[in-house]
């Protein structure tokens, strides 16, 4: 069971995300490459796990590089009970440090991701709400990721669904 570590925003993470990204960018050419989840948020509290999205043509080109990911360090999940993605992680257990989430391009999750992202960005009173309840749940369950996640899913429920419409109202009137 992996503990949960709630810790303030660091200037390092948008760093370390660059580096994956060139990496990853040499096995997926015909990709894009996003950094999501908390660490992409200035002054948002966060796990220090570097979530990352990658949208690409297909998945077939993804199962095809498994070894060139596995050089990486990165371990695949396959869909992870996400149809239409491919999930990989880097750093075992407490030490995780890269979360992997790859779609092909248009697909709904993305939009899901990217909205969530941006309106935090956009919305700080939104983002410190959040960061306030991921920093009590993690010392309710410092040793319980299951009871962390749970606790603040209806939260990131009702916060993505008013990010969505935000993101798609946004992108509709050029914004």
């Given at each position: 069971?992996?503990?949960?570590?709630?810790?303030?925003?660091?200037?390092?993470?948008?760093?370390?995300f660059?580096?994956?990204?060139?990496?990853?960018?040499?096995?997926?050419?015909?990709?894009?490459?996003?950094?999501?989840?908390?660490t992409?948020?200035?002054?948002?509290?966060?796990?220090?796990?570097?979530?990352?999205?990658?949208?690409?043509?297909d998945?077939?080109?993804?199962?095809d590089?498994?070894?060139?990911?596995?050089q990486?360090?990165?371990?695949?999940?396959?869909?992870?009970?996400?149809?239409?993605?491919?999930?990989?992680?880097?750093?075992?257990?407490?030490?995780?440090?890269?979360?992997?989430?790859?779609?092909?391009?248009?697909?709904?999750?993305?939009?899901?991701?990217?909205?969530?992202?941006?309106?935090?960005?956009?919305?700080?009173?939104?983002?410190?709400?959040?960061?306030?309840?991921?920093?009590?749940?993690?010392?309710?369950?410092?040793?319980?990721?299951?009871?962390?996640i749970?606790?603040?899913?209806?939260?990131?429920?009702?916060?993505?669904?008013?990010?969505?419409?935000?993101?798609?109202?946004?992108?509709?009137?050029?914004n």
């Amino acid at each position: 069971m992996r503990d949960v570590k709630i810790v303030p925003h660091q200037s390092e993470w948008e760093e370390k995300f660059e580096t994956e990204k060139r990496s990853l960018e040499k096995i997926l050419p015909d990709s894009t490459i996003h950094h999501i989840g908390s660490t992409s948020v200035p002054g948002l509290a966060a796990k220090p796990i570097i979530d990352m999205l990658i949208e690409v043509p297909d998945l077939e080109g993804v199962d095809d590089r498994t070894e060139e990911f596995s050089q990486l360090d990165f371990v695949g999940k396959g869909e992870n009970g996400i149809p239409n993605r491919r999930y990989f992680y880097k750093g075992e257990g407490n030490e995780r440090a890269v979360h992997l989430h790859v779609f092909p391009y248009g697909i709904d999750h993305v939009i899901r991701h990217l909205a969530f992202r941006d309106y935090l960005k956009e919305y700080s009173a939104e983002a410190n709400r959040y960061g306030e309840l991921k920093s009590r749940l993690a010392k309710k369950f410092p040793h319980d990721m299951e009871g962390y996640i749970q606790g603040k899913d209806q939260f990131v429920k009702d916060l993505e669904k008013k990010a969505v419409n935000w993101y798609e109202k946004n992108k509709r009137e050029g914004n």
